[in-house]
């Protein structure tokens, strides 16, 4: 599996932080609850370094919640506050908010101590493509605030959004790194959608997917695709859940691309349970 992508406005969206970040008292750092390895920017330290940060592992309903927990106490050990969150139904946004105020109280505290009036914290969220910022900023102001979509990129430039209370958000673009020297990295960032599905081959993707689930989670399925047994071979399963659906093409083969796309949303969409592809120490 080859994965490479690296667009012109990721290098911009790099700079853009940079820039930003000396507008903020918090870093928010976005991961995703089911990949926090695979869904941090490598350069992440080097780039934040100084900044009081946050961490947030969103899409949390979508992910096991006890190597969820673990993840929280394993970036708790490093230093780092963290938070699950669900920013679709709301989970975890009020706990995530009183982190994020009192990770900002040093930073107020020295500016009203220059004799200036207090001032509301100001916090930055990032993260890579498709890990929920938006969501989380429209969650958070409570209206379309920021533009959504199940896409990667879809954030365009950056905006202030005031809360209310004590906290002001700046959203900002996601950052992807230029190089997957890790397959397994390219892979799980593929079928989490943090990468567009015009650069990778939906079937080799799902190929591991459900090679994966057929390790982890064969029951689940079973019983989704109603599978009386799981055949030895990756491919046979993928094909009778195609069969399942009726994904035929004409002259009655079974459409593998519209079968890998379907298998993949479902994975998604949180339909084959609750997924969490890498564990601390593990990934």
């Known amino acids: ?33 089911r990949i926090p390895a695979s869904s941090r920017n490598p350069d992440i330290n080097v780039i934040l370094k100084g900044k009081p940060r946050l961490v947030v592992l969103n899409k949390s309903d ?40 009192q990770l900002a109280r040093p930073a107020i505290k020295k500016y009203m101590a220059r004799g200036r009036l207090a001032r509301l914290a100001r916090c930055m969220v990032v993260g890579v493509p498709n890990v929920g910022k938006s969501m989380l900023i429209n969650r958070l102001a409570g209206k379309k ?43 799980k960032l593929a079928v989490t959608g943090a990468i567009k599905e015009q650069i990778y081959n939906p079937e080799e993707v799902c190929e591991k997917l459900v090679q994966w689930l057929v390790g982890k989670a064969p029951d689940t399925l079973a019983k989704r695709y109603k599978l009386s047994a799981l055949p030895e071979e990756t491919w046979e399963v993928i094909e009778r859940i195609g069969v399942h659906r009726g994904f035929y093409l004409s002259g009655g083969k079974i459409d593998s691309y519209k079968t890998a796309t379907f298998i993949i949303k479902e994975f998604r969409e949180g339909k084959l349970g609750r997924c969490s592809l890498e564990t601390p120490g593990n990934q």
Do not use: C
């Not at 050990?77 to 009183?98: E, L, S, T």
């Not at 990667?152 to 950056?158: H, Q």
């Not at 959004?161 to 990295?185: N, S, Y």
């Open 145 to 187: 605030a920021a533009r959504t979509g199940n896409r990667p990129g879809v954030t365009r430039g950056e905006q202030w959004i005031k809360l209310g209370g004590k906290l002001e958000l700046l959203d900002t673009p996601g950052i992807l790194w230029p190089k997957f020297e890790d397959p397994e990295t390219a892979y």
């Open 62 to 101: 979508l992910a096991d919640a006890s190597i969820t927990a673990a993840w929280l106490n394993y970036f708790a050990r490093a230093g780092y506050p963290a938070v699950a969150v669900d920013a679709h139904h709301g989970a975890g946004i009020k706990k995530m908010i009183a982190l994020a105020e």
């Open 1 to 33: 599996m080859d994965i490479q992508w690296y667009p012109g406005h990721m290098a911009k969206a790099r700079r853009q932080v940079q820039q930003n970040l000396q507008m903020v008292d918090v870093a928010i750092e976005l991961l995703d609850a």
